[in-house]
């Protein structure tokens, strides 16, 4: 329930929960168990907590230098601090997660139980990266991460690679995957004797970064939003 209002994924609504924010009627909750069946008397840091009347889905260019979080102990810039401030935008959350120095599409979603559907390994939504890497690597090279790689003991699955251009020792590489596990992108390229030095995520399933400029925020109507879920 709380997930689906918008306050948080289900994840971050435990951690939330742990930390002593979540009330119902002034008594704060201590388990996750605790079945919550509507919002009445529910508040998040002492504010009542209203249902959100439909998913909304935001593209938004997430520039280098900022963090995907609420918030950061060292007081570095997060997403939210390059959000308009006008007031008019509902609770966020991000779908996925954009390292600190990468840039590119990041979806922003109001529901909960859609960003977890977008997120789900099982439902292999793509996710195409652009990225400029220094050094050498071979077309056949990038063709066998259609097979899967494992690295380190972790193993990652199919990856769709194609060299775009190369200016000397300066390469641009085309990347979809499904998975995206945690700095997915660069441990790959970095096995490959590649150091990357600009990613930018372009898609995320049907939707891209075009037309956005950094730091930018557009909304996706509706039509596409139940399109999109429809096929997932």
Not at 31 to 39: E, G, I, S
Not at 60 to 68: A, D, M, N, Q, S
Not at 159 to 179: C, F, H, P, V, Y
């Amino acid at each position: 329930m709380l997930a689906r209002a918008g306050v948080a994924s289900r994840r971050e609504v435990e951690r939330m929960i742990g930390e002593g924010r979540i009330a119902i009627d002034g008594k704060t909750l201590d388990t996750p168990a605790t079945l919550v069946r509507n919002l009445r008397g529910v508040t998040v840091d002492g504010q009542p907590v209203q249902r959100t009347e439909q998913t909304r889905l935001f593209a938004f260019y997430k520039p280098r230098g900022c963090l995907t979080a609420a918030r950061d102990p060292k007081g570095r810039r997060t997403i939210y601090d390059a959000l308009p401030k006008d007031g008019k935008l509902p609770r966020l959350m991000p779908v996925g997660r954009l390292d600190y120095n990468t840039e590119g599409l990041l979806l922003l979603t109001n529901d909960g139980e859609f960003k977890r559907a977008l997120e789900l390994p099982a439902n292999a939504v793509p996710r195409t990266y652009r990225a400029r890497a220094f050094g050498h690597v071979r077309q056949d090279q990038l063709e066998e991460l259609a097979e899967g790689i494992e690295i380190d003991g972790v193993r990652y699955g199919s990856i769709d690679a194609n060299l775009e251009r190369s200016k000397g020792d300066n390469q641009w590489i085309e990347m979809t995957l499904t998975e995206g596990k945690n700095r997915e992108v660069r441990r790959v390229l970095e096995h490959l004797g590649m150091e990357v030095s600009r990613l930018i995520r372009t898609a995320y399933g049907p939707f891209t970064v075009e037309g956005l400029d950094k730091g930018r925020l557009a909304e996706i109507d509706r039509d596409t939003i139940r399109d999109f879920r429809d096929k997932l």
